[in-house]
Antibody, heavy 114, light 112 residues
């Protein structure tokens, strides 16, 4: 059974930093591209970033501030978020797959507020 | 960026009746391998999205056969043949052809 468990969400002040983690199980993590997708309160879904064999990809809204990475020895995906803004407030989902995007984690809430 | 446009944005359907959601993309979602990169998800209240349909018309594991997807290139449709109470939620289409990945605005399905 595929499981994706996010952690690291918190209340952080504008300009602050946070690192999200996603622990994966139930599939061969090292062979699968992974992404982060976020959802602001009461809003729709917004793709944030993907890490694949071909490289890393970012939404314009986070490029230069967020960094996606992975540790295949730990089956874990990360999202380092710097220079956080109020507009980054959202539930962040860890998502499996590059073209075939199938499983989503339960999400972790990031709140950016003073 | 590929713009995904869903209609309607909300839908109220009586149990047992059919429902249909449209998703239009601003450019063709057909990739060089002949696959069309259009996906449908359902997000129930307080839950993460779950995959319903992949590559336009393929039901994901465990998805009831009352859900079906159709379309090609830029015009796609999700149909529910007989709506049930558990189908309530927000439906999203998503393109995975190119970056940035983009979603439709979502269609909220309610039961009458």
């Amino acid at each position: 059974e595929v499981q994706l468990l996010e952690s690291g969400g918190a209340l952080v002040r504008p300009g602050g930093s946070l690192r999200l983690s996603c622990a994966a199980s139930g599939f061969t993590f090292s062979k699968i591209a992974m992404s982060w997708v976020r959802q602001a309160p009461g809003k729709g879904l917004e793709w944030v970033s993907t890490i694949a064999y071909s490289g890393t990809y970012y939404a314009d809204s986070v490029r230069g501030r967020f960094t996606i990475s992975r540790d295949d020895s730990k089956d874990t995906l990360y999202l380092q978020m710097n220079s956080l803004r109020a507009a980054d407030t959202a539930v962040y989902y860890c998502v499996k797959g590059l073209v075939h995007v199938d499983y989503w984690g339960q999400g972790t809430l990031v709140t950016v507020s003073s | 960026d590929i713009v995904m446009t869903q209609t309607p944005l909300s839908l109220s359907v009586a149990p047992g009746q059919a429902a249909s959601i449209s998703c239009k993309s601003s450019q063709s979602l057909l990739d060089s391998d002949g696959k069309t990169c259009l996906y449908w998800y359902l997000q129930r209240a307080g839950q993460p999205p779950q995959l319903l349909i992949y590559a336009v018309s393929n039901r994901f594991s465990g998805v009831p056969d009352r859900f079906s997807g159709s379309g090609s290139r830029t015009d796609f449709t999700l149909k529910i043949s007989r709506v049930e109470a558990e189908d309530v939620g927000i439906y999203y289409c998503m393109q995975t052809l190119q970056f940035p990945r983009t979603f439709g605005q979502g269609t909220k399905l309610e039961i009458k």
